[in-house]
């Protein structure tokens, strides 16, 4: 059992360093929105272009956007899954979570490999379960 609590322990770690690196990678689209708003506000184009440059701008706006929202939220229940971790709560939430890491590749893969299997093992199930209170009378 003070295996498997050790090993929470450095799972939870890894899943706040993991959370930090998939904010930096969803700010990557930053320079896009950048060039987005410059495109919609009219500081790379002439008033007479005839081209569209605004819709094009809304377009980067746009995806831009969408990723860094979710890169951002993709992040935050990372390490929302590791503080849970830690605290031994929201057994469910955790599983679900080291799933979708297996998606951010080649460290989240890892991470979420490793943490599915041990959160597969009884001993680990078990000290996610919630003690009973006993009423008194």
């Known amino acids: 059992m003070n ?7 450095i ?16 700010l990557f689209p930053a ?26 701008g809304w377009l980067f706006i746009g995806l831009a956007s969408c990723w860094i929202c979710c890169g951002l939220l993709f992040a935050s229940c990372l390490a929302v899954a590791g503080r849970m971790l830690l605290k031994r709560r929201g057994y469910l939430f955790c599983l679900v979570m080291a799933g979708l890491a297996c998606m951010f590749m080649p460290f989240g893969t890892a991470l979420g490999a490793i943490t599915l299997i041990t959160l597969m093992k009884d001993s680990v199930k078990a000290q996610f379960q919630r003690p009973t209170v006993k009423s008194s009378g």
């Open 3 to 9: 295996q498997d609590s050790d090993l929470l322990r």
């Open 11 to 26: 799972l939870a770690a890894f899943h706040f360093v993991v959370a930090g690196m998939a904010v930096l990678v969803s």
């Open 31 to 56: 320079v896009h929105l950048f060039v987005g708003i410059c495109l919609v506000s009219g500081v790379f184009t002439d008033p007479g272009e005839p081209f569209p440059f605004a819709l094009v």
